[in-house]
Structures are given as structure tokens and as C-alpha cells.
């Protein structure tokens, strides 16, 4: 039998929050948890013993990416992704879609699947259903996804309900496709920012009874109110005995709003994206450690932070490494952003336990000063563009 399985432990009384326990043949996985991205089969600039020592469960790698370099059967003559990377905890893989999906004039949907060419060297390529499944399959990962078409999200209804039905008609595709009895294959859930669409594939999802279920297609863009309401039509909707994983999201605050709605797994590039530009997170907000207010800060960047970095420097170093450019600035700003969130879950978790999650994200968001804002917005605004263009999303692209 498969090793995967999901236990709900609790529910809020005044909220939608959730803690539970994934089971995967790598270890289990405490919800609701934040999962590092490593997309090339690394957490960038960390070793894979510095991610486990952030107490970090579970980390994610990209189908698209791996496939291209080192390729397939490369890692699985290597003995598979979680030995050619070193990683002996739990790993999720995505589909590829996402990213296959981005390169705008560089790819051609059909029923079949996608022909693509290489972001890399232009060179041409196929992904279908069967053959998302079948790489990520021979990667080895706990948990995979179905590959899903991940259109515009400002899209008119007919063309969204043309892909939200195509990407159901791959959801087959894809579980009949899939023998990896060690795997677990999560369905995504699509339909843009139509309410009535949301639903509608919510309720087909849940139809196929796939061990767990995510969102597609969100936090591309779009208004974060509209976010939530899409959010809000779909987890009702949701079996409540599998966990629900909302693609694409890190942000401090962004964790908090979707816990609140019955979310159990994010991910996102966020956390080491922005440190390695010297934007680290704080309680109060995010700041950046290149401000010469740092410069002779005898203080760690955040007091009563447990992490290597917060433990042994203080701000004034990391603002000298940013400023020299030192490598080692990027490797302990990333450590800091990636065990902040660790730490924030981990207070989540207990939270609802006790009965106390509604206060704490009521005093978290309130002192929790909306500096990313801004920035977040900026890099989403980037990605509406590159996509109105047609052309690859390069920040996408790289991480």
C-alpha cells in the first residue's frame, strides 16, 4: 500500500485552521507548514543540512528544470533526486506546467500537452500528461502534481473554462497514467478568478479522489482580496480528510490569511529571492540590510530569532557582507527569511492547538508593517507584463 496518508488533529472553533500530519515515505510532515522551493535539487545557497537544521520538513523541486538539466536519466542513475541531492526528507515535485506555460512564443498548447522549446539553448521539447507523470515518477518524489494549463489569469470566461476543462481532462490523464504506488499525485484546482469556475473545479477535483488537492493559478497578479475569495469559494468544497496546498505563497502575512481559510502547504521562492537582495523578515516587517542604519548595529536583525545567523551576528555584519557583496551574506540572509517562516508555522501550529490562533494573527498582522508590499507588487506587475508580451518570465525562470 501506498506510504502516504493525511491525519487532522484539530480544526479552529472561530476559523478554518487546520493541524495535521502528512505521512510520506520520507517522514511526516506537521500542517500547516511552509516548504522551501529548491528548484534546481537545491534550496539556493544552503547545504542540504543547513535546510534540515531550520527544522524544515519537506522542500520542493522543479519538474521543468530537472528535466532539462541534468536531465531524467541522469539523477536516476544517480539513484534518484533524494540521493543525487542529498535530501532524505520529503520532496515535491511540480509538474513543470507552470513554467512550461510562461514561455509564452516559445510553446504551443494542444489536448496532446505542450511543445516547448529550452529557455537554455532552444531546443525542442514535449510534455504531456503521461509524460509529466512518467518524469517525475522516475525523479522519485513523495508527492507529485498533475500538470495542469495555467492560463492568463485575466483571461475572459470562455477561454478560462476552455482551460479549466482541458487541465480536468489531463487530471485523468495524469492518475491513469500514474503506477508509483510510493507517490502521492495532488489535483490542481483552476478556473482563474471566476467564483462559478473555482467551484465548478473544486467539486471535479474532489471527484477523483486524489490524496490531496492544490490551487492553481493564484497569486499571479491579481488583487489579494480576490486572492482570498477564491480561495474561500474552494476549500469548502475540498474533502477536510486531505490536506490543501496553495501554490505560490510566502509572504508573512499571506501565511496567516491562508491558514485562516483551511490552507495546510505553501511554497514559494520568496524567502530566498529576497534575502539574497538583502531583504530580510522581521516581526515588524521586511527591511533591508543595506540601509546605513545597520552599518553599526551591535544587535542581531532580529532579536529572539533562534537561527544560525541571528545567533552568532549581528546586523552590522551582514550589512558589511551585503555591501562587499560576500557570499556569505546571501547564505545567511537565506538562512534567516527560511527559519523565520519555519518558526512562524511552528507558532501557527500551536496556536490553534491552543486555541489561540485568531489572537496571534491579529497581533502579528497588526505590527507586521507592509514594507514587502510594495516590492511584491512591483515583481507580480513585472510578471503581468512579461506575460501580456509573451515572453519567458525570467524571474519565474530562474529559481
Given at each position: ?6 491525519d ?7 476559523t ?17 507548514i ?6 534546481l535539487?537545491?534550496?539556493?545557497t ?6 534540515t ?8 523541486a522543479?519538474?521543468y ?5 541534468p ?14 541531492m ?9 509538474s513543470?506546467?507552470f ?14 500537452g ?13 510534455f504531456?500528461p ?19 494549463d495555467c ?10 473554462r ?5 487541465t ?10 500514474h503506477?508509483?504506488?510510493?507517490q ?11 467564483p462559478e ?5 473544486a ?10 488537492y ?5 497569486s ?11 480561495v474561500?469559494e474552494v ?15 510566502g ?7 491562508g491558514v485562516?481559510?483551511?490552507i ?6 520568496l ?6 537582495n538583502g531583504?530580510l ?10 540601509r ?12 529572539n530569532?533562534d537561527c544560525y545567523?541571528c ?8 550589512h558589511?557582507l ?8 546571501y ?12 518558526r512562524?508555522m511552528?507558532?501557527?501550529r500551536?496556536?490553534?492547538?491552543d ?14 508593517a ?15 507584463e512579461?506575460?501580456?508580451k ?8 530562474q529559481?
Open positions: 500500500m501506498m506510504k502516504f496518508s493525511f487532522l488533529h484539530k480544526t479552529d472553533t472561530a478554518a485552521a487546520r493541524v495535521g500530519t502528512v505521512t510520506t515515505p520520507h517522514g511526516d510532515i506537521p500542517t500547516p511552509f516548504m522551501p522551493v529548491g528548484t535539487g537545491t534550496v539556493k544552503l547545504t542540504p543540512q543547513e535546510v537544521d531550520l527544522d524544515a520538513r519537506i522542500i520542493l522543479n519538474t528544470h530537472l528535466y532539462l538539466r536531465g531524467v536519466e541522469t539523477i536516476t542513475k544517480l539513484g534518484g533526486l533524494h540521493k543525487f542529498g535530501w532524505k526528507g520529503p520532496i515535491l515535485t511540480d513543470g506546467g513554467q512550461v506555460l510562461s514561455l509564452g512564443h516559445l510553446r504551443k498548447i494542444s489536448e496532446d505542450v511543445v516547448f522549446r529550452s529557455h537554455i539553448d532552444g531546443s525542442e521539447h514535449f504531456s503521461e509524460v509529466a507523470t512518467q518524469i517525475q515518477s522516475e525523479l522519485g518524489a513523495d508527492i507529485i502534481m498533475t500538470f495542469d492560463p492568463d489569469h485575466q483571461g475572459e470566461l470562455d477561454e478560462i476552455q482551460s479549466m476543462e482541458m480536468h481532462r489531463w487530471a485523468q490523464r495524469c492518475l491513469e497514467s503506477e508509483n504506488e510510493n502521492a499525485m495532488f489535483g490542481i484546482v483552476q478556473g482563474g478568478t471566476y469556475l473555482r467551484r465548478q473545479s467539486r471535479f477535483m474532489a471527484s477523483l479522489d486524489f490524496p490531496g492544490a490551487l492553481g493559478g493564484l499571479v497578479g491579481e488583487a489579494k482580496d480576490v486572492t482570498w475569495s477564491m474561500e476549500t469548502p468544497l475540498l474533502p477536510s480528510d486531505k490536506p490543501r496546498y496553495l501554490m505560490g505563497v509572504s508573512p502575512e499571506d501565511l496567516f490569511e485562516a481559510r483551511g495546510d502547504m505553501f511554497d514559494c521562492v524567502p530566498t529571492r529576497v534575502a539574497r531583504s523578515f522581521t516581526t515588524q516587517g521586511r527591511r533591508s540590510i543595506r546605513a542604519q545597520y552599518k553599526s548595529m551591535d544587535a542581531p536583525v532580529e532579536l530569532c545567523t545567533s552568532n551576528f549581528s546586523a552590522a555584519y551582514l558589511h551585503f555591501k562587499t557583496e560576500e557570499m556569505l551574506g547564505r545567511l540572509a537565506s538562512i534567516h527569511n527560511l527559519r523565520f517562516l519555519v512562524l511552528e507558532r501557527i500551536q496556536s490553534i492547538l486555541g489561540s490562533f485568531s489572537s496571534l494573527k491579529d497581533e502579528f498582522v497588526s505590527s507586521y507592509v514594507t514587502d508590499q510594495s516590492i511584491r507588487q512591483t515583481q507580480k506587475r513585472k510578471w503581468v512579461a506575460q501580456r509573451k515572453q519567458p518570465d525570467t524571474l519565474t525562470l529559481e
